[in-house]
Each structure stands twice: as structure tokens, then as C-alpha cells.
């Protein structure tokens, strides 16, 4: 089954091709919701097989966008996504060193 795609605002004959449509929010909840109980694919045909093919995610890559934005969110909501560099995980050891004891010590020998 095959979903027909939309051009985006960046089309550059946007004259010749029907207007962006965004994925409605109800959309992306439904999408939430099954990408925690089964992988991206597997939710991707589910969505296809339930929902007319115009009310359907256009392809896979806004499951897999949905799901890696959901991911982010949550480790910056758990305070996991902070180091990015070798710089801000020695800065986090470093603080830990102040509030945890089993650290002794941190720094070059």
C-alpha cells in the first residue's frame, strides 16, 4: 500500500505540487503509543493496515523521527543526555566527586 507524498515548503516548484501538510497531533500520539509496544516497522504497517491511506503517516521516517524525538526527550528529561563531549563528561565526573562518596579521587596521576 502506498501513500501518496506531499512536497514540503522547501519544493523549489512549489507552483506544480500540492501544498506541505503537517502530521496531525493525534497522529504522532498514535504513533507514541505504538512504537513503546513494537518496533518502528511493525508499527508503520499497523498504522497503514487500520487507517485510510490518506489519514496515515506518509512513510516510515516520521515513525522513526517520532520515536528518536520521543527517546531525546526522555533522556533530557532524566538529565541522561548532558555530555556531549569528552569536556562535559569530565565536568560530571568532577561534580560527582563532590556529592558522592565512593569517589576519592579524579585527575591525572
Known amino acids: 500500500m502506498h501513500v501518496p507524498?506531499?512536497?514540503?515548503?522547501?519544493?523549489?516548484?512549489?507552483?506544480?505540487?500540492?501544498a506541505y501538510v503537517c502530521t496531525p497531533a493525534a497522529m504522532l500520539d498514535a504513533i507514541g503509543t505504538l512504537t513503546k509496544q513494537m518496533p518502528p516497522k511493525a508499527a508503520y504497517n499497523?498504522?497503514?493496515?487500520?487507517?485510510?491511506?490518506?489519514?496515515a503517516p506518509r512513510d516510515i521516517n516520521v515513525?522513526?523521527?517520532?520515536?528518536?524525538?520521543?527517546?531525546?526527550?526522555?533522556r533530557q528529561q532524566n538529565g541522561?543526555?548532558?555530555?556531549?563531549?569528552?569536556?562535559?563528561?569530565?565536568?560530571a565526573i568532577y561534580n560527582l566527586m563532590w556529592n558522592d562518596n565512593f569517589i576519592?579521587?579524579?585527575?591525572?596521576?
Open 5 to 18: 507524498g506531499q512536497s514540503h515548503g522547501n519544493s523549489p516548484h512549489p507552483e506544480n505540487v500540492s
Open 46 to 55: 499497523t498504522l497503514l493496515a487500520s487507517m485510510n491511506v490518506h489519514e
Open 63 to 74: 515513525v522513526l523521527g517520532k520515536k528518536k524525538r520521543d527517546a531525546k526527550a526522555a
Open 80 to 91: 541522561l543526555d548532558t555530555c556531549h563531549n569528552f569536556a562535559d563528561e569530565w565536568l
Open 104 to 109: 576519592r579521587f579524579f585527575g591525572a596521576l
